[in-house]
Nanobody
Framework: QVQLVESGGGLVQAGGSLRLSCAGS????????MAWFRQPPGKERRFVAS????????TYPDSVKGRFTISRDNAKNTLYLQMNSLKAEDTAVYYC????????????WGQGTQVTVSS
Protein backbone atom coordinates (compact mmCIF):
# COMPACT_ATOMS: atom_id res chain seq x y z
CA GLN A 1 0.00 0.00 0.00
CA VAL A 2 1.18 3.53 -0.73
CA GLN A 3 -0.04 6.91 0.52
CA LEU A 4 0.27 9.87 -1.81
CA VAL A 5 0.42 13.59 -1.01
CA GLU A 6 0.48 16.22 -3.74
CA SER A 7 1.94 19.72 -3.45
CA GLY A 8 3.00 22.60 -5.65
CA GLY A 9 -0.33 23.84 -6.94
CA GLY A 10 -1.24 27.50 -7.05
CA LEU A 11 -2.21 30.47 -9.17
CA VAL A 12 -0.19 31.25 -12.28
CA GLN A 13 -0.65 33.45 -15.31
CA ALA A 14 -1.21 31.95 -18.75
CA GLY A 15 2.12 31.10 -20.33
CA GLY A 16 3.72 30.44 -16.97
CA SER A 17 5.04 27.27 -15.37
CA LEU A 18 4.45 25.18 -12.28
CA ARG A 19 5.95 21.98 -10.95
CA LEU A 20 3.78 19.61 -8.99
CA SER A 21 5.17 17.02 -6.62
CA CYS A 22 3.64 13.85 -5.23
CA ALA A 23 5.33 12.30 -2.21
CA GLY A 24 4.75 8.61 -1.69
CA SER A 25 5.08 6.74 1.56
CA UNK A 26 6.46 3.26 2.01
CA UNK A 27 9.45 1.39 0.69
CA UNK A 28 7.75 0.07 -2.45
CA UNK A 29 7.18 3.36 -4.30
CA UNK A 30 9.43 2.17 -7.12
CA UNK A 31 7.11 -0.79 -7.72
CA UNK A 32 4.18 1.40 -8.74
CA UNK A 33 3.25 2.74 -12.13
CA MET A 34 2.46 6.38 -11.45
CA ALA A 35 0.22 8.90 -13.14
CA TRP A 36 -1.28 12.36 -12.97
CA PHE A 37 -4.94 13.09 -13.56
CA ARG A 38 -6.86 16.33 -13.42
CA GLN A 39 -10.45 17.37 -12.84
CA PRO A 40 -11.58 20.77 -14.15
CA PRO A 41 -14.50 22.47 -12.41
CA GLY A 42 -17.75 20.69 -13.23
CA LYS A 43 -16.05 18.09 -15.42
CA GLU A 44 -14.87 14.51 -15.15
CA ARG A 45 -11.39 13.55 -14.07
CA ARG A 46 -9.05 13.00 -17.02
CA PHE A 47 -5.68 11.42 -17.63
CA VAL A 48 -2.69 13.78 -17.87
CA ALA A 49 0.43 11.63 -17.86
CA SER A 50 1.84 8.30 -16.74
CA UNK A 51 5.30 6.92 -16.08
CA UNK A 52 6.66 3.40 -15.77
CA UNK A 53 8.27 2.07 -12.62
CA UNK A 54 11.78 2.86 -13.86
CA UNK A 55 10.81 6.16 -15.45
CA UNK A 56 11.85 5.00 -18.89
CA UNK A 57 8.39 5.09 -20.45
CA UNK A 58 6.04 8.06 -20.31
CA THR A 59 2.64 8.67 -21.90
CA TYR A 60 0.66 11.86 -22.50
CA PRO A 61 -2.58 12.84 -24.19
CA ASP A 62 -2.34 15.32 -27.06
CA SER A 63 -3.74 18.10 -24.88
CA VAL A 64 -0.54 18.33 -22.81
CA LYS A 65 2.10 16.68 -25.01
CA GLY A 66 5.08 18.96 -25.47
CA ARG A 67 4.08 21.18 -22.54
CA PHE A 68 4.00 18.80 -19.56
CA THR A 69 6.71 16.43 -18.41
CA ILE A 70 6.23 13.64 -15.89
CA SER A 71 9.22 12.30 -13.99
CA ARG A 72 10.01 10.39 -10.83
CA ASP A 73 12.80 10.04 -8.32
CA ASN A 74 12.47 6.61 -6.75
CA ALA A 75 15.24 7.34 -4.26
CA LYS A 76 13.10 10.17 -2.90
CA ASN A 77 9.75 8.40 -3.35
CA THR A 78 8.55 11.40 -5.34
CA LEU A 79 6.66 11.92 -8.57
CA TYR A 80 6.77 15.22 -10.47
CA LEU A 81 4.80 17.03 -13.13
CA GLN A 82 6.52 19.95 -14.81
CA MET A 83 3.92 22.11 -16.52
CA ASN A 84 5.02 24.77 -19.00
CA SER A 85 3.14 27.13 -21.30
CA LEU A 86 0.10 26.84 -19.09
CA LYS A 87 -3.31 27.72 -20.48
CA ALA A 88 -6.56 28.70 -18.82
CA GLU A 89 -7.96 25.29 -19.76
CA ASP A 90 -5.30 23.62 -17.62
CA THR A 91 -7.14 24.93 -14.55
CA ALA A 92 -8.13 21.89 -12.47
CA VAL A 93 -7.50 19.89 -9.35
CA TYR A 94 -4.51 17.67 -10.10
CA TYR A 95 -4.23 14.20 -8.59
CA CYS A 96 -1.42 11.69 -8.54
CA UNK A 97 -2.27 8.01 -8.67
CA UNK A 98 -0.53 4.66 -8.40
CA UNK A 99 -1.13 1.12 -9.60
CA UNK A 100 0.85 -2.11 -9.62
CA UNK A 101 -0.21 -3.63 -12.93
CA UNK A 102 -0.59 -1.78 -16.24
CA UNK A 103 -4.01 -3.27 -17.00
CA UNK A 104 -5.57 -2.59 -13.62
CA UNK A 105 -7.29 0.52 -12.31
CA UNK A 106 -5.31 3.04 -10.34
CA UNK A 107 -5.81 1.90 -6.77
CA UNK A 108 -4.21 4.71 -4.81
CA TRP A 109 -4.91 8.42 -5.06
CA GLY A 110 -3.71 11.59 -3.43
CA GLN A 111 -6.00 14.30 -2.11
CA GLY A 112 -5.34 16.65 -5.03
CA THR A 113 -3.79 20.07 -5.47
CA GLN A 114 -5.48 23.05 -7.14
CA VAL A 115 -3.91 24.65 -10.20
CA THR A 116 -5.47 27.87 -11.44
CA VAL A 117 -4.28 29.54 -14.62
CA SER A 118 -5.42 33.11 -15.15
CA SER A 119 -5.79 34.41 -18.67
Amino acid sequence: QVQLVESGGGLVQAGGSLRLSCAGSGRTFSSYIMAWFRQPPGKERRFVASISTSGAVTTYPDSVKGRFTISRDNAKNTLYLQMNSLKAEDTAVYYCAARIQPNQPYDYWGQGTQVTVSS
